[in-house]
Structure formats: C-alpha cells, structure tokens
C-alpha cells in the first residue's frame, strides 16, 4: 500500500511539474527589470521551484571526467570492474592506476545512490586508484535473483575485496562500517591473502549504544515487527523487480527531511529568493544538491529488516553475537589491518563514540596501527563531502593508506 500510494502520488504531479516548468519558461520570455515585473518573476520563481521539488529513481551520473593527480590534469574513465544482479563495482580508471594504492569505497545502501560520495570520490582519486560498490535499486531487481540480506552485503564486500587483489584498502562510509568491519575480520581469520592493508570507518554506527541520536531512538522505538508491517512494501509489477519486498527509498527520504524539516523548507525558500533576484550561480548550486538527495532508491526488505534489527536493536556486533552464515564474527582476528575511525562532531545521525567504538572490538590489532580523528564543526555529511572532508579530514586518511600501502 505504501508503495502504491507514493507511486500514484508520483504519477499524478509529474505533469503537474511539466507544465510548471513549461509556464515558468514562458514568464522568463516576458520579464523585465521594472517593479511592474515583479508578479511574473515571482510567479516563475514559485513555479521552477514547485518543477524541482520532485522524487525521481533515476541514478544521477558520478560525471567525474578528470582529477588532478601530481601537477597534472588526468582523465577519468568509468568502468565497471563486476557486476551482479545488486551491484556494480565501479572503477574510476585513470593513467595511473596501476601505481597507486587500491581503495574499495563501501557506499551506504540507505535510500539513496553511490552517487551521494561522489566528492568522496573526486578527492580520493588523488593519489588513490579508487572502486565504489555501486549499490543497485532493488525496484530494478528481479524476483528470480533471490534475496539479499546482511549476509549478502558482507559477500559482496569480500568479493569485492577480493577482486581488488592484496594490498588494497577498504573505506566504508555510514551505514556499511558493521558489514565492512565483518567482512575484514571474516578474511583475516581465514588468513585471506585479500584481506585489506587498512580499513577506514567514517561516521557509521558500530555499537549504536553509544551517544543514540534520534535515528537510534526511533529504531528501538518499535519492535521489528512493526517496521515489517508499516514500512515495507511491494513493488509494483510495472516495475523490472515487480513483487520484489522493499523498504522504499521514499520513505527513507521522508523520514530524514522530517529529522530537517525547518532546515529544508528555507532552503527551498531561500531557493524562490534566488531565481527571484536572478541569483544563477545559488539557484543552481540549490538545484544539483537536491537533484542528487531527491534521487531515491529502494532496500531489499531482507537487508533492511536484518540490519535494523542487528545493528540497532539487537546490538550484535559489540556484544559478541554477529554471525555471518551462521558462522560468528570475531573482530580480534584482525591482526594485520590498521584501522582508522571517523566521526563528526556535530553528526545528529551517528553519535560520537559509536564508530570509535570498532577500535576496542579489534583487540588484535597494535595500537599503533589505530588511529582516531574528531572533526570539529561538521555534520554527518560534512564527514566525507565538503571543505572539512577534502582540507582536514582526507590527509589525515591519506597518511593513514599511504602508511600501510608498503605493509606486508
């Protein structure tokens, strides 16, 4: 039902939206700088941003196309390197992959796309040959493909990884640091010649005991049942993966902007005023950071439930109880992969301590290969996007890959 109702939603405004935009193209024809202007102006100001304030599932483009490397501009070439019916593994390629350190970037599967690291990307791919796991929307799945739960996420992980080859690096940003975390100590027991030289986790709930923030609260608000019963869908069978169960990426999406809701609607106030006074440059700024967050797409039901129950609720990880394959998570068998955690100082997603906390589980490793970073003054996002990611933040990262890219 949940499903249905977004989608009729949906259908019904998007030629609302197009002829809104086709009004406001047509007022721009007939404006002018005079006060007697103003109603036209305002009219296409109020109609551009009525036209943008839409949901769309259409992956956005990464549209990383060169990158600074040495004193030289180099290309950049999208390939993917594998691929399975729920995901791809990305490669930006350029010139001189070959002679730099490997690092598997773990995207978050949480409503929106890979795409949403892309400045993650840009600013690794400066001294790194960088992979993404490119997470598919699971509307886009077919039923015959099967389930995929937690226990797939950390395969793909380690498949990943093992593509990669030794010597590579492993980074996991938000939601993926438990599965990542798993899946390097699965190798590492297994003495997995693969298993990554360092592991980078950024602002990601490792015991989310700690600091709860309302994400936290709201995820022990309700049994597992309920979320099964009230957000979980079936996707409709005009769709590739019709019939296929899914936490919609809508409601994903709803549920953060009413965390936000004053925040967002000035934002798109302060949008009206843009176009208004003919700010180009703001206007569009506004348009492409919302064209990537309003890009959604929907989680397996398995995998959401699972991760729910096992990393909010159930705490399974720092308690000793995470098992993949029925087979028990041991962090201290990492030994050999030095470790880096991350957070934000003002992260209202992830609470300070939650990701440090990875650093007790992994006993085995020598202190001095763990390292931890507070980033003042930063937000959820502005842990892995911005000006604090690329100034403060990623040379620290990069001192920390480059340590051990020589490691045996």
């Not at 069978?237 to 967002?264: C, D, E, I, K, S």
């Not at 096992?310 to 470790?339: M, N, S, Y």
């Not at 403060?392 to 890219?405: D, L």
Request: aromatic share 10%; charged share 20%; with cysteine.
């Amino acid at each position: 039902m949940i499903y249905t109702l977004f989608q009729a939603r949906q259908d019904m405004l998007t030629p609302l939206r197009r002829l809104a935009r086709g009004w406001g193209g047509i007022l721009s024809t007939f404006e002018g700088s005079h006060p007697a202007f103003f109603p036209l102006r305002a009219g296409r100001a109020a109609l551009e941003v009525f036209a943008d304030f839409a949901l769309t599932h259409r992956r956005p483009e990464f549209g990383i196309t060169s990158v600074s490397q040495g004193n030289e501009a180099v290309a950049v070439q999208e390939v993917v390197a594998q691929a399975t019916p729920f995901a791809s593994l990305t490669h930006f390629r350029t010139k001189n992959s070959g002679r730099l350190p490997r690092v598997l970037v773990v995207a978050p599967m949480s409503g929106h796309f890979a795409t949403l690291l892309r400045n993650t990307v840009q600013v690794l791919l400066q001294d790194h040959d960088v992979y993404i796991t490119d997470w598919h929307n699971a509307r886009d799945v077919p039923l015959t493909e099967g389930r995929f739960g937690f226990d797939e996420y950390v395969e793909h992980i380690m498949e990943f990884l093992r593509l990669l080859g030794p010597g590579a690096h492993v980074l996991a940003v938000c939601q993926p640091v438990a599965a990542v975390l798993a899946a390097v100590a699965l190798m590492a027991e297994d003495r997995d010649r693969a298993t990554p030289r360092s592991m980078t986790l950024m602002a990601g709930p490792i015991d989310a005991r700690v600091k709860p923030t309302k994400v936290n609260d709201l995820a022990n608000s309700k049994s597992i049942q309920w979320f099964e019963r009230n957000l979980i869908s079936t996707v409709p069978w005009r769709h590739r993966g019709g019939g296929r169960r899914v936490y919609p990426g809508a409601v994903q999406l709803t549920a953060f902007m009413a965390m936000n809701a004053g925040r967002h609607a000035r934002a798109h106030h302060e949008q009206f005023l843009n176009i208004l006074d003919g700010e180009t440059a703001k206007a569009e700024q506004h348009r492409r950071f919302y064209e990537e967050y309003f890009a959604v797409m929907d989680l397996p039901a398995e995998f959401y439930l699972e991760t729910v129950a096992t990393v909010f609720q159930r705490h399974d990880l720092p308690l000793g109880k995470l098992a993949w394959r029925g087979r028990r998570v041991r962090p201290e068998a990492i030994r050999r992969t030095a470790i880096m955690t991350v957070e934000g100082e003002k992260d209202d997603i992830c609470g300070i301590g939650q990701t440090m906390a990875a650093l007790d589980l992994c006993r085995g490793v020598p202190v001095t290969m763990k390292r931890h970073h507070l980033q003042t003054g930063v937000g959820h996002y502005g842990v892995f996007s911005g000006r604090r990611w690329a100034l403060e933040i990623y040379p620290r990262v990069r001192e920390m890959i480059q340590a051990y890219s020589d490691a045996t």
